[in-house]
T-cell receptor, first 113, second 112 residues
Framework: DTEVTQTPKHLVMGMTNKKSLKCEQH?????MYWYKQKAKKPPELMFV???????INESVPSRFSPECPNSSLLNLHLHALQPEDSALYLC????????????FGPGTRLTVL | GDSVTQMEGPVTLSEEAFLTINCTYT??????LFWYVQYPGEGLQLLLK?????DKGSNKGFEATYRKETTSFHLEKGSVQVSDSAVYFC???????????FGKGTMLLVSP
């Protein structure tokens, strides 16, 4: 299984809502990533988990809260988002966290009203 | 810091035309180089990779050669198809670091 899955595929939420994005991989990878991608732009790294510990936080606002319950799962909890947070959120995983090939999921298309 | 520069798009071609998308990079250390493709409404898929100088990555008719002397990793395909229409991202990662540095992406539009 060489797939990264993400749910939901689409999400619409209001600015006062709390929601979560989920990502799962069964490749035995020990590093997982969250990226944000705006239209016509490359992905921007948000968070990196290595061996279930947060290793990189790219100065992301606290309204985004990552969680890694185990080595196969990665969540992104969303609270009090702004309309400018509307984007495609991509999850990725890699064998390790150093220069390893990253496999991307299909993404969650988030719209904040 | 590390950076990747790609040619501006969109690149518009007719089916069966030859494709080149230029990519040059600046990096400390010894980067691994990648091309990712993003089809409309989808996530990123790895197209090909090269991990050291003079390596040639290839997949689905696409090729790219890691040229250390010119710090380049240009993507080529001999005969494009309509189904190749997508955005192509050149990227690098440096040994010991977990972050991918992406170029801005190049949109390819292939018409029948």
């Amino acid at each position: 299984d060489t797939e990264v899955t993400q749910t939901p595929k689409h999400l619409v939420m209001g600015m006062t809502n709390k929601k979560s994005l989920k990502c799962e991989q069964h490749m035995g990878h020990r590093a997982m990533y969250w990226y944000k991608q705006k239209a016509k732009k490359p992905p921007e790294l948000m968070f990196v988990y290595s061996y279930e510990k947060l290793s990189i936080n790219e100065s992301v606002p606290s309204r985004f809260s990552p969680e890694c319950p185990n080595s196969s799962l990665l969540n992104l909890h969303l609270h009090a988002l702004q309309p400018e947070d509307s984007a495609l959120y991509l999850c990725a995983s890699s064998q390790g966290s150093g220069a390893d090939l990253q496999f991307f999921g299909p993404g969650t298309r988030l719209t904040v009203l | 810091g590390d950076s990747v520069t790609q040619m501006e798009g969109p690149v518009t071609l007719s089916e069966e035309a030859f494709l080149t998308i230029n990519c040059t990079y600046t990096a400390t250390g010894y980067p691994s180089l990648f091309w990712y493709v993003q089809y409309p409404g989808e996530g990123l898929q790895l197209l090909l990779k090269a991990t050291k100088a003079d390596d040639k990555g290839s997949n689905k008719g696409f090729e790219a050669t890691y040229r250390k002397e010119t710090t380049s990793f240009h993507l080529e395909k001999g005969s494009v198809q309509v189904s190749d229409s997508a955005v192509y991202f050149c990227a690098l990662t440096t040994t010991g670091y977990s972050t991918l540095t992406f170029g801005k992406g190049t949109m390819l539009l292939v018409s029948p």
